[in-house]
């Protein structure tokens, strides 16, 4: 069984940082992309970053590339790091994971998590 243990979300005002973690058991890990997921409010869920299984291979939504910083720690441990946030990234964050490292889009990410509600605003 996947299981999921997302952390960090909270109320920060535009220009704020938080630290989103997220902890995945139940999976090998050495085989699994591990990504963030916006769910923007009147929006669609969007891949925001994710991190590839084995090279550190790393991809960023244009909306968040040299703000977020994705990258894996220890204990089965992905972390986004989001600097300088704005209106525009408020919404609930998804963490998901997927087999190798396929285009991310949801339909490609098997397992999901409960999602952290990150809100920006002054």
């Known amino acids: 069984q996947v299981q999921f243990v997302e952390s960090g979300g909270g109320l920060v005002q535009p220009g704020g940082s938080l630290r989103l973690s997220c902890e995945v058991s139940?999976?090998?890990?050495?085989?699994?992309?591990v990504g963030w997921f916006l769910h923007a409010p009147g929006k669609e869920r969007d891949g925001i970053s994710c991190?590839?299984?084995?090279?550190?291979?790393k991809y960023y939504d244009t909306s968040v590339k040299g703000r977020f910083t994705i990258s894996r720690g220890p204990k089965n441990t992905v972390y986004l790091q989001m600097r300088n946030l704005k209106p525009e990234d408020t919404g609930v964050y998804y963490c998901?994971?997927?087999?190798?490292?396929?285009?991310?889009?949801?339909?490609?990410?098997?397992?999901w998590g409960q999602g952290v509600q990150v809100n920006v605003s002054s």
């Open positions: 139940g999976i090998p890990w050495n085989y699994y992309a």
């Open positions: 998901a994971v997927a087999e190798g490292f396929p285009p991310m889009v949801v339909a490609t990410y098997a397992y």
């Open positions: 991190i590839s299984p084995t090279d550190g291979a």
